[in-house]
T-cell receptor, first 111, second 110 residues
Framework: GESVGLHLPTLSVQEGDNSIINCAYSNSASDYFIWYKQESGKGPQFIID?????DKRQGQRVTVLLNKTVKHLSLQIAATQPGDSAVYFC??????????FGAGTTVTVRA | ETGVTQSPTHLIKTRGQQVTLRCSSQSGHNTVSWYQQALGQGPQFIFQYYREEENGRGNFPPRFSGLQFPNYSSELNVNALELDDSALYLC?????????FGPGTRLLVL
């Protein structure tokens, strides 16, 4: 089965608010994680990544947090915009080559 | 845009037929991975090619096969198509761990 999963399949957020998307993983040996955004009809788009020797990494309007103790990572999106509406996947690298994806969280931004 | 392109964008086949999907890697990337994404699910790893050799394979039967060419472009071939093969097929190219995806090929098997 999949080793990466997301806590909630859907998230509705008011435009301008912050969004938090959660993900739990089961493989304690995983050392590299990626968040992807997938819009309807498109391939997954790289957002941000983090290695296991880090707790936090920031990008433009996005922050990824990694808690290795409880095997949990989250993606925070600041000031959510309509263009952020998409399905978000966390993925981990297994065996140094393959990405293992969770089922995804669908984010809907309310105007 | 990632620079990864795939063709065709859409395809309709009938059960038992064979299909070939194509992928062009982003410039400078020597590794290509293929994924199958069923509706409403996350992508599932099929296999990866590095410098024209298969570098790893997921839980897919042998009727799923691939090639990588000297220019690092790649093909995914599926023989004896089944209805459950209907999905979005994604390729991703990489130089190190980070994989960048193309737009996918939507395959419908009737």
């Amino acid at each position: 089965g999949e080793s990466v999963g997301l806590h909630l399949p859907t998230l509705s957020v008011q435009e301008g608010d912050n969004s938090i998307i959660n993900c739990a993983y089961s493989n304690s040996a995983s050392d590299y994680f990626i968040w992807y955004k997938q819009e309807s009809g498109k391939g997954p788009q790289f957002i941000i990544d983090i290695r296991s020797n880090m707790d936090k990494r920031q990008g433009q309007r996005v922050t990824v947090l990694l808690n290795k103790t409880v095997k949990h990572l989250s993606l925070q999106i600041a000031a959510t915009q309509p263009g952020d509406s998409a399905v978000y996947f966390c993925a981990e690298i297994l065996n140094d080559y393959k990405l293992s994806f969770g089922a995804g969280t669908t984010v809907t931004v309310r105007a | 845009e990632t620079g990864v392109t795939q063709s065709p964008t859409h395809l309709i086949k009938t059960r038992g037929q064979q299909v070939t999907l194509r992928c062009s890697s982003q410039s400078g990337h020597n590794t290509v991975s293929w994924y199958q994404q069923a509706l409403g699910q996350g992508p599932q790893f099929i296999f990866q090619y590095y410098r024209e050799e298969e570098n790893g394979r997921g839980n897919f039967p042998p009727r799923f096969s691939g090639l990588q060419f000297p220019n690092y472009s790649s093909e995914l071939n599926v023989n004896a198509l089944e209805l459950d093969d209907s999905a979005l097929y994604l390729c991703a190219s990489s130089f190190r761990e980070t994989q960048y995806f193309g737009p996918g090929t939507r395959l419908l098997v009737l």
